[in-house]
């Protein structure tokens, strides 16, 4: 089987096409905002650490990807810098290989997440992958998937996916906007 990250990027071309504003809520090591540069027209991503801010602008560079507008700050302050759009993820938890201390926050995400949906066009989507594998990843994989519970289904559809023969895995939150 696929990879949860891969899974998440067949979810994200069901609704894109080569015209789509996509935002990368997590910038992270760059994989999701290079796989959102090469099927979107534009490209917004976030990141709070300058090591993956740096990571993500090398592997762009690599691929000569110039559609794709990079911040190093919160993805919380995306009202300030999206105005539409109709694809986005999160690839929450912590940075790969980088300071495990340091790790996304359900609360945070949870309100960017409602000024993301206010800004999200209809027929969008966004990918949420989870890691409950650690505390602070538990904590915000049960927050976050709470928030996503209570959606109202007359403009909202929502749906988890997860591997149910492993414990705590990481899994995916998919919320479409009608």
């Known amino acids: 089987m696929k990879k949860i990250t891969d899974i998440a990027h067949d979810f994200l071309m069901e609704a894109m096409n080569e015209k789509s504003i996509a935002v990368d809520f997590t910038a992270g090591q760059g994989y999701d905002t290079l796989f959102l540069a ?20 090398a592997l762009l560079e690599e691929h ?9 700050k919160s993805h919380e302050r995306v009202n300030e810098d999206v105005e539409c759009f109709d ?17 996304t926050d ?13 800004l999200l066009a209809g027929k969008g989507r966004i990918v949420l992958v989870l890691y409950p594998g650690f505390e602070a990843g538990k904590k ?15 403009q909202y559809d929502t749906a988890k ?9 990481p899994y995916m939150m998919i919320i479409d906007k009608h």
């Open 38 to 57: 090469n099927h979107a027209q534009k490209v917004i991503a976030y990141d709070i650490q300058l090591e993956a801010v740096t990571q993500t602008k």
């Open 64 to 72: 000569h990807c110039q559609n794709v507008v990079l911040l190093h």
């Open 87 to 103: 694809i986005g993820i999160f690839n929450l938890g912590y940075l790969p290989h980088g300071n495990e201390n340091i790790t």
């Open 106 to 118: 359900g609360d945070t995400v949870i309100r960017t997440l409602k000024k993301a949906l206010n």
């Open 140 to 154: 915000e994989s049960e927050q976050v998937e709470a928030f996503c519970a209570q959606l109202p289904s007359k």
């Open 161 to 169: 996916l997860i591997m149910t023969n492993r414990k705590n895995c």
